[in-house]
């Protein structure tokens, strides 16, 4: 007589590995490097190479627009192609653009290469943002990714202002290449289209009556936030020496302000043990309203303190209740992989707006006005969600 067969132990989480999480987290960290380090960078493209604030503005964009462009096409080829040769593309792409950075410094040339080092940071990010969603406890993951992001933005703020253009760049080569050696650790796609098969049926009896489509629309307003996000952080250094203050000074402030971002970490994962999902999203974009917007009354010594203090709090919290809702919604990966997409999107109509109001000389005053509205149109979103949420049935009855 046979015995009968024992019951095999379900397989774990390939994405929950250290090796997977710490090359995701590696990744995200060098593939948000423009982003973090827009105010130094438009300063040293002002100052190294002579750009207009109007053309800095349209740079960043055109940078971020590749990234969004980048994220978009990860999100319909996760699901198909081995993510190993999205990161091997990514890398190549955004190597092969910085080189040439370095010998084609017009203008001209600049926008275009930055698009396409945004297109290959878009591909090689948004894989590593799709491994962090993939994890088993995705708004822990992303919290831990946070506080990285973090320090990598404190480390860059108080290191590029220190280097020259061509140090610049060799620095963003040198932080992909470093990549090569650990691609092999991402998990096969295989692996990972199981791993998302036997996840969804557990994301749902998680997710409390949150559908999928609600991943979606949490990507609308990671759109929207950002564009508050880049036309803010694209301009505020700028904003600050306009306005009569010392540029050095603004910046030192920029950077020390950065490390309030770890308060915001860990008052969001206080908030997720604490309360629900919905209601402190809501109060901290009504507080982003308020730090974004004064700085369009007045740019003081203190109200611009304030308003970046408050600011660097802030968005790290938005983004761990961003970034883990929407992949707690969705675990098959295709709306975390465009999160960085959405990031990118909102970044780049951000400073394009921005460039916008300065080319007709409406001020600096007008782009924080954008900045107030965007959140303002963020929170709108959110209160809609809450409202869904709320009128819908408890799940089971």
Same mark, same amino acid.
């Given at each position: ?51 207009? @604030? ?19 096409? +990860? ?6 192609? &081995? ?72 480390? @860059? ?25 650990? %691609? ?5 796609? &295989?692996?990972? %289209?199981?791993?998302?098969?036997? @996840? ?16 979606? %629309? ?15 952080? $694209? ?17 030192? %402030? ?6 309030? $971002? ?13 309360? &629900?999902? &919905? ?25 611009? +303190?304030? $308003? ?17 809702? +929407?992949?707690?919604?969705?675990? $098959? ?65």
């Amino acid at each position: 007589m046979t015995e009968p067969a024992q019951q095999q132990p379900r397989p774990a989480n390939p994405f929950d590995g250290r090796g997977p999480f710490l090359l995701s987290l590696y990744m995200t960290l060098v593939g948000y490097g423009v982003l973090v380090a827009l105010p130094a960078l438009n300063g040293a493209w002002v100052d190294l190479l002579g750009f207009t @604030e109007v053309q800095v503005n349209r740079i960043a964009s055109a940078d971020l627009l590749g990234l969004f462009l980048g994220s978009v096409a +990860v999100s319909f080829l996760i699901r198909s192609m &081995d993510r190993k040769l999205l990161i091997y593309a990514g890398i190549a792409i955004a190597i092969g653009a910085n080189v040439l950075c370095i010998y084609f410094r017009s203008y001209e040339a600049t926008l275009g290469l930055r698009l396409f080092a945004g297109f290959g940071a878009g591909l090689y990010t948004a894989v590593a943002v799709a491994g962090l969603g993939a994890n088993s406890k995705p708004r822990e993951a992303f919290n831990w990714m946070l506080l990285a992001f973090a320090i990598s933005q404190f480390l @860059e703020l108080q290191l590029i202002p220190h280097m020259s253009m061509t140090g610049i760049y060799v620095f963003f080569i040198a932080t992909y290449a470093v990549t090569l050696p650990f %691609v092999r650790l991402m998990p096969s796609h &295989d692996a990972a %289209v199981a791993s998302s098969a036997r @996840e969804e049926p557990e994301a749902a009896g998680q997710a409390e009556r949150r559908p999928t489509a609600l991943a979606w %629309v949490g990507i609308l307003a990671i759109v929207v936030a950002y564009i508050n996000i880049g036309a803010y952080w $694209s301009n505020i250094e700028l904003a600050a020496e306009a306005g009569g203050l010392d540029g050095a000074w603004a910046g030192q %402030v920029i950077s020390w302000c950065v490390l309030l $971002s770890f308060v915001g970490c860990f008052t969001a994962m206080y908030a997720l043990r604490r309360f &629900d999902y &919905d209601r402190p999203i809501l109060v901290t974009f009504v507080l982003m309203v308020l730090a974004v917007g004064l700085l369009a009354v007045e740019v003081s010594a203190a109200i611009f +303190v304030f $308003s970046v203090a408050l600011f660097n709090f802030l968005w790290i919290f938005i983004d761990v209740y961003q970034m883990g809702g +929407v992949s707690a919604a969705d675990r $098959s990966g295709s709306a975390a992989a465009f999160i960085p997409g959405a990031q990118g999107l909102g970044q780049t109509l951000g400073p394009f707006i921005a460039s916008l109001l300065l080319e007709r000389s409406l001020g600096f005053d007008a782009v924080f006005v954008l900045c107030a509205a965007a959140s303002f149109m963020a929170l709108l979103i959110y209160f809609v969600i809450f409202l869904a949420v709320r009128r819908q049935p408890a799940s089971g009855t």
